[in-house]
């Protein structure tokens, strides 16, 4: 028996397309702890499930293994995504909302996993069940720990179990961040007796070590009122901690970990909320006030704090020379990547069933719809012009596309500080409203850290 599964020629291909994929759709997959992943040997991810396909992308591509999925025999249905998905090396297994007649097949899904392992193989299992929108990991299911369990007693300590979290900064954006963030092995054999006296206990105890653990590489978050409130406080004042971090520690802005500022704001929310609820209330009725107010002058939060920062006079040049000159790039750039930007957005937004479809079903049209339109136009060139223009031309397509969207986002910005501008000459009370709300909310805020952190001695930004 080899150390170490081989990663087939299929699935280096699958993932290399994949890998390539993400680089165009987010801004930066960062990856936190990959070492904890062995090289070789037998391997069990556990991972939260917040977008769908998507999910088992970004894990593939961050595994330096090939990776053996477990997913839903529902979608095994079509025989070409079944060929795809066993070629890919994806084990059914049965839920029961999907089959609740064919439970008995996840004997064969338990089997597949053992004989996985006998190979070395890393498998890969979301024990939520379900992909979902929430920030939190839902309440998971016990086939993870059954499968490692199992494993266990006929194989001490050779099985590694590693929480597995993804934090995706904006599920539905564009050139958005996403983290993965692997964690420490789950303690196997601590469970091994436990599980020959009464396996059913021992399962449900490692099931609920295993949500701890997969709750503390995520920012988890139990109420809906908390996560939007958490979601709003980061809005405001997720910049400020980080650049209080930076200055402390002497580090730049990539070195930050921003899913542990999240969750010290989720961690000090529900210390106010025990002790003064009252005070949190207060807070979050300005915020949805202060919020409000720029929905109703269809501003954005930046623009209020940028004329609280006052940028200086040199970079305040710099951007306008550069909306000058950007301006014919990105003329070009939109019009020739109108069709692929577009149309996947509108396929995705008239045929995702829900909000954890959306970026999938988008990521899958665009890898289609890209080399579509692209083909088409790089050979409307070469009809006009020959093949050094079509050359060209091809190699102009996605420099000219990242312009353009980088542009956009910038003449939004634009458009906000032009209407803030506006506000302020007609209706200044309004607009000094805005400010002071603003600084207001952050010098609450501010306190409120203080006296956080000064209760607690030792929690930490």
């Not at 409000?292 to 501003?299: E, I, N, R, S, T």
């Not at 006296?451 to 607690?456: G, Q």
Request: net charge positive; glycine share 4%; hydrophobic share 50%.
């Amino acid at each position: 028996m080899s150390a170490r599964e081989r990663m087939d020629r299929f699935y280096r291909a699958v993932r290399a397309v994949a890998r390539f994929w993400l680089w165009f759709f987010f801004k930066a997959v960062d990856v936190r702890h990959p070492e904890r992943v062995p090289r070789e040997g037998p391997v069990l991810l556990c991972i939260n499930h917040p977008n769908n396909f998507i999910d088992s992308f970004v894990v593939g591509a961050a595994v330096r293994r090939k990776v053996h999925y477990l997913a839903t025999a529902a979608l095994f249905r079509n025989p070409l995504v079944a060929r795809f998905l066993l070629a890919a090396g994806a084990i059914p297994v049965y839920r029961k909302q999907d089959d609740p007649g064919k439970m008995d097949k996840n004997s064969d899904t338990f089997a597949a996993c053992a004989a996985g392992f006998e190979h070395n193989a890393l498998i890969a299992i979301y024990p939520e069940g379900t992909t979902h929108a929430e920030a939190r990991v839902q309440r998971i299911k016990t086939g993870a720990a059954r499968i490692a369990l199992a494993w266990e007693a006929a194989h001490p300590r050779t099985l590694r179990v590693l929480p597995v979290g993804l934090t995706f900064e904006a599920r539905k954006s564009f050139r958005a961040r996403v983290l993965v963030s692997f964690g420490p092995p789950l303690p196997l054999h601590a469970y091994a007796d436990a599980y020959r006296e009464d396996p059913v206990k021992a399962v449900d105890a490692l099931t609920r070590h295993l949500q701890e653990a997969m709750e503390a590489e995520v920012v988890n978050v139990e109420r809906i009122d908390d996560a939007r409130l958490l979601q709003s406080i980061e809005a405001l004042y997720r910049d400020v901690l980080a650049r209080a971090v930076m200055e402390a520690r002497g580090v730049g802005p990539r070195d930050v970990d921003l899913v542990r500022l999240s969750r010290s704001i989720v961690e000090a929310i529900g210390w106010f909320k025990a002790r003064e609820p009252e005070r949190v209330e207060a807070i979050w009725l300005r915020i949805r006030a202060y919020r409000a107010l720029l929905a109703q002058y269809h501003l954005r939060d930046e623009t209020v704090r940028a004329r609280l920062e006052r940028l200086p006079a040199r970079r305040r040049i710099v951007s306008s020379w550069d909306a000058i000159v950007g301006f014919p790039f990105f003329l070009y750039g939109t019009l020739v990547n109108l069709l692929p930007y577009l149309v996947p957005r509108w396929l995705a937004r008239r045929t995702a069933r829900k909000e954890t479809d959306y970026a999938t079903v988008r990521l899958l049209a665009s890898i289609v719809a890209v080399p579509v339109f692209y083909g088409l136009e790089t050979w409307l060139v070469f009809r006009a012009a020959g093949g050094l223009a079509a050359a060209l031309f091809a190699l102009s397509l996605p420099l000219s596309g990242m312009i353009a969207y980088r542009y956009l986002a910038g003449a939004g910005r634009f458009g906000s500080r032009l209407r803030f501008a506006v506000l302020t000459a007609t209706q200044a009370a309004a607009a000094r409203r805005l400010v002071v709300e603003r600084e207001a909310i952050v010098a609450e805020l501010e306190r409120a850290k203080t006296e956080w952190l000064t209760a607690t001695k030792g929690s930490s930004f």
